[in-house]
C-alpha cells in the first residue's frame, strides 16, 4: 500500500494541492493516454476508448477530490503563536492535543492547542465552556521573530498523523479523499478494454464547496459521472442502528443521495447489476449531510447523469479516518466494470 500511503502523508489543502497535484500526475502519467492541468489547477488524465471514433466515444467522469481540509495562517503574535483559517469542516473536540506541520520557508512541525489554562486550573464554570475551532493556535516552540522569519500569514497548515495498519483496515489522516483518488487510479489500471474515453479527474477545493468538481464537469461535458469519495460509518458505540449511513466492512456504498445530489437511478441500478453479477459486496448510501463532487457534476451544463461510489470510512474529518481493505478493493472492482461497461448503457431520462 505504498501509493496509498504517499497519497495521504502528502499535503494539500483546499488551493494549495501543489504537491499532491505532482504526485498524481506522475501516477497518472503511467496509465493515461494524455495529462493536463486546467485552469483551477484539478488534473484531468484520459484513457481513450478503444475501438470509438473521437466523435463517437461516450464520455465518463471519474471525480476524487485531492485536496484535504486544514488551515491557513492568518495572524502570528509577538510570541510567536499562530492563529489559523479553517478550510474545511472541523470538530474541535478532535483537535485537542493534536500536532500541524507549518508549511512555510520550511516544514515547521507545531502542537495544536486551545487557548485556556491547564484543566487542574480551570473553575467548574470555566471547564463548562464549549470549545471551537477559533480558540485553537500553534506552537511552535520559536520565539516570535524566528517565527516571523519562517512563517507567513497564508501558509497552509496540514494535520499530522501516521498511516497505519489497523487489524483489516487502514487509518490515516486525509483518506478524505485520497482513498478516493487511490481507487480511480486502481481501477483505471485494471481495464484491459474499454470503449468510452474516460476521464480520471482529480479535483481541488471540494472541502470549501465543490469548486474543483463543477469547473472540470463544465469543461468536459461528460455523458456519466461518477464520485468517489468516502461516506460516513458511523456503525461504532454512541450511534443508533437506523442512523448509520454505511458500515466498515459491507463492501462499497452505492450512492443514493447526499445533501449536495439525488442520483441518477439508472445509473444506480447499473452499479447495482454490475455488484451483484460480479459478486461483489456492497451497501447502499443516505446521507443527508455532507456534499460531494457527485452535486457539482449533476448541475453541470444542463445536467449529467451522476451517481457515487463512497469507501465507508469511520472518524471522517480527524487525523484517525479508518477504511476497510475489502470495502476499498470492492469499490476499485466495482468503478473497473462500470467503466468496461457504461458505453453500453443509456442513461438519458
Do not use: W
Not at 56 to 79: R, S, T
Amino acid at each position: 500500500m505504498q501509493l496509498l500511503e504517499k497519497l495521504v502523508t502528502t499535503p494539500g489543502i483546499p488551493g494549495r494541492e501543489e504537491k499532491i497535484r505532482e504526485l498524481i500526475k506522475d501516477e497518472l502519467n503511467k496509465i493515461a493516454d494524455e495529462v493536463k492541468v486546467d485552469g483551477m489547477g484539478n488534473v484531468i488524465g484520459i484513457k481513450k476508448g478503444k475501438s470509438s471514433s473521437k466523435n463517437e466515444a461516450k464520455k465518463v467522469m471519474v471525480a476524487a477530490h485531492m485536496d484535504e481540509i486544514g488551515f491557513l495562517v492568518k495572524h502570528i503574535d509577538k510570541k510567536g503563536f499562530l492563529r489559523l483559517e479553517p478550510l474545511g469542516g472541523f470538530d474541535a473536540r478532535a483537535l485537542v492535543s493534536q500536532r500541524v506541520i507549518v508549511h512555510g520557508k520550511e516544514e515547521l512541525l507545531g502542537n495544536l492547542a486551545p487557548s485556556t489554562k491547564p484543566p487542574h486550573m480551570l473553575s467548574a464554570e470555566e471547564a463548562k465552556k464549549k470549545l471551537e475551532v477559533k480558540d485553537f493556535f500553534v506552537d511552535l516552540g520559536l520565539d516570535g521573530d524566528k517565527v516571523k522569519e519562517l512563517v507567513n500569514i497564508g501558509d497552509p497548515v496540514t494535520l499530522k498523523q501516521d498511516f497505519v495498519e489497523l487489524g483489516n483496515s487502514y487509518s490515516a489522516k486525509a483518506m478524505d479523499d485520497r482513498i478516493g483518488v487511490y481507487v480511480m487510479l486502481e481501477a483505471a489500471k485494471e481495464l484491459d478494454y474499454h470503449e468510452a474515453d474516460i476521464y480520471l479527474v482529480a479535483t481541488v477545493q471540494e472541502e470549501v464547496g465543490l469548486r474543483g468538481g463543477k469547473t472540470s464537469a463544465f469543461g468536459i461535458d461528460p455523458d456519466v459521472g461518477i464520485a468517489l469519495d468516502v461516506t460516513i460509518a458511523n456503525d461504532i458505540p454512541g450511534s443508533k442502528e437506523d442512523e448509520m449511513v454505511a458500515s466498515l466492512g459491507e463492501g462499497a456504498a452505492i450512492k443514493i443521495m447526499d445533501a449536495a445530489s439525488i442520483s441518477n437511478y439508472k445509473v444506480i441500478d447499473t452499479l447495482k447489476e454490475i455488484a451483484e453479477d460480479k459478486e461483489l459486496s456492497y451497501q447502499m448510501e443516505l446521507m443527508a449531510k455532507g456534499g460531494t463532487d457527485a452535486g457539482a457534476m449533476q448541475q453541470s451544463r444542463a445536467g449529467i447523469p451522476t451517481a457515487g461510489i463512497s469507501i465507508p470510512t469511520r472518524y471522517v474529518h480527524t487525523v484517525n479516518e479508518m477504511v476497510d481493505k475489502d470495502d476499498v478493493n470492492s469499490a476499485v472492482k466495482l468503478l473497473s466494470e462500470f467503466l468496461k461497461t457504461c458505453h453500453e448503457k443509456d442513461f438519458s431520462l
